[in-house]
Nanobody, 123 residues
Framework: QVQLVESGGGLVQAGGSLRLSCSAS????????MGWFRQAPGKEREFVAA????????IYADSVKGRFTISRDNARNTVYLQMNTLKPEDTAVYYC????????????????WGQGTQVTVSS
């Protein structure tokens, strides 16, 4: 069984940066496609970014393209989300997903989820 733990969230002013981490245990995720999603209060969980096993292929939601960067360190079994130029509308709980067999924007493609980390951006 895979366990995912997100960290790095917090309170930041608009224009600031945060780096989220998603550490995995249970098995290596080096062959998995990994994704980040977020859920704001009263809204459904939405896709943010995803990366293939080779770290070459990535996709982003239009709302974060050019501001967020997904990366991974397979030796550490960890995926990161660098978030720059944060906006109040980025406020949400951020979740990482693992276990997808393709570069996916949909939740159902991911078999494993962490508990999430809160990101709050003040204006």
């Amino acid at each position: 069984q895979v366990q995912l733990v997100e960290s790095g969230g917090g309170l930041v002013q608009a224009g600031g940066s945060l780096r989220l981490s998603c550490s995995a245990s249970g098995r290596s995720l080096r062959y998995d496609h990994m994704g980040w999603f977020r859920q704001a209060p009263g809204k459904e969980r939405e896709f943010v970014a995803a990366m293939g096993p080779s770290s070459i292929t990535t996709i982003y939601a239009d709302s974060v393209k050019g501001r967020f960067t997904i990366s991974r360190d397979n030796a550490r079994n960890t995926v990161y989300l660098q978030m720059n130029t944060l906006k109040p509308e980025d406020t949400a709980v951020y979740y990482c997903g693992a276990g997808s067999t393709y570069l996916a924007r949909i939740r159902s493609a991911y078999a494993y989820w962490g508990q999430g980390t809160q990101v709050t951006v003040s204006s």
